[in-house]
């Protein structure tokens, strides 16, 4: 490689990449791999890995150096496990069977730190705060990610919801905490509450909320099965679809950018709808523009670039690269072979993960991860591992 992958990364890390999804393990360079057990994972300290990725797989994780992309740990972890970033330059948080739990991602061992509960959903990072979202029991927890250091569970806020359900929450700058609403038979809208966890603001006209992202001055959207809520300046205003049944259910904020980008699918009856749209959403014209991609995606193709770009990874292999003020498809980047989403949505397929200028792509069915400049269009580095990979992630560090 020319230039460093690591030296463009951490320009765009001060991008927040809000990027919550409701997201999951199938089958090299693993003959110089130590692996771990869950049980023994911090017995040895291994050594440090600059701006790791961590990649799921049937059994366990993956760790792997954010430049080289060399495997350099396997943890096994039994189970169905999801990673999202922390919040911080070290961290990752894995969602397990029992509940969150934080990965020393560049110390390569699994912390004592554990958020338990059943159903862990979705993890969000914002204004220098990281909030998640425990299905199985409503309750959401507030923390700064940088205090996950000390090794001991961060002080933090909590919040436990009315009832619990598939939900997501966000702390604002201020303080103040957007959580949806919902029962586990129906979801509704959201509520924000002050410091006090006092109720100021309540929209009930979002059927089927889910998802959630953050654009710039603090424009918050959570997706509808008939368009999108936003709430900004202390305002909800519902934003609908052109059809009457238009879900948008995972979007991705930047700050860098007042429009968000979300899903689209219009079929309330499909096992599986593969939709060819996706939703470009002005929270400051209050507008939403559907653009036409041509190919399919899944839930884990929706990504954003250093400069606000709008990022999706279609069907067809390629990485869609979108002007979010005009709606205009600027390039289309080959990353991969075409592929079709699976039924079951934790079977694996190819997933986005994006940082700074440097979008990571993996491709299961070939056990590979590429590496690709977003700005350039370059395919920077690959590498195959030992087994096909499911969720992908990494430290990001910034809100």
Not at 18 to 27: E, H
Not at 36 to 43: P, V
Not at 150 to 175: C, F, M, N, Q, W
Not at 272 to 287: A, G, N, W
Request: charge should be negative.
């Amino acid at each position: 490689m020319n230039k460093s992958i690591r030296g463009r990364a951490l320009t765009g890390t001060a991008l927040a990449l809000t990027v919550s999804m409701a997201l999951t393990a199938c089958g090299g360079e693993g003959s110089a791999t130590v692996t771990k057990s869950d049980e023994t994972a911090n017995a040895t300290p291994a050594a440090a890995v600059e701006e790791p990725l961590v990649a799921t797989f049937d059994g366990g994780l993956y760790i792997l150096d954010g430049e080289s992309l060399k495997l350099t740990e396997t943890i096994d972890l039994p189970g169905f496990n999801r990673v999202n970033p922390a919040g911080d330059k070290d961290h990752v948080m894995v969602s397990t069977d029992s509940g969150f739990r934080v990965l020393d991602a560049t110390g390569q061992a699994l912390t004592d730190i554990e958020y338990k509960g059943a159903k862990p959903g979705h993890v969000v990072r914002h204004a220098a705060k990281t909030v998640l979202f425990t299905d199985g029991t409503g309750e959401v927890n507030v923390f700064d990610p940088t205090a996950l250091t000390s090794g001991k569970k961060p002080a933090g806020r909590t919040y436990t919801s009315a009832e619990a359900h598939h939900g997501v929450a966000i702390e604002l700058a201020d303080g103040r905490l957007l959580s949806t609403l919902g029962t586990e038979e129906k979801r509704t809208g959201a509520l924000v509450l002050d410091r006090n966890n006092k109720e100021i603001a309540r929209s009930e006209e979002c059927p089927g909320v889910h998802g959630e992202a953050a654009a710039k001055d603090e424009a918050v959207g959570v997706g509808c099965e008939d368009g999108i809520l936003i709430y900004k300046d202390g305002t909800f205003t519902k934003i609908d679809s052109p059809d009457d049944y238009g879900r948008i259910g995972n979007q991705a904020g930047s700050d860098a950018s007042p429009v968000l980008l979300g899903d689209y699918k219009t079929d309330p009856e499909a096992e599986l709808e593969r939709p060819t749209r996706v939703s470009l959403i002005d929270t400051e014209k209050k507008k939403l523009r559907l653009v036409e991609l041509g190919t399919s995606y899944s839930f884990r193709s929706l990504a954003r670039g250093p400069h606000g770009e709008a990022l999706v990874l279609g069907t067809d292999g390629a990485l869609h690269v979108i002007d979010p003020d005009t709606g205009r498809i600027e390039k289309k980047i080959p990353v991969v072979g075409a592929w079709q989403e699976p039924l079951d949505w934790q079977q694996a397929r190819p997933t986005l993960f994006v940082r700074g200028h440097v979008a990571y792509v993996s491709e299961p069915g070939k056990k590979t991860l590429h590496a690709v400049d977003v700005e350039t269009g370059k395919k920077l580095t690959s590498v195959t591992l030992p087994k096909s990979t499911n969720e992908l992630s990494g430290v990001v560090a910034g809100h």
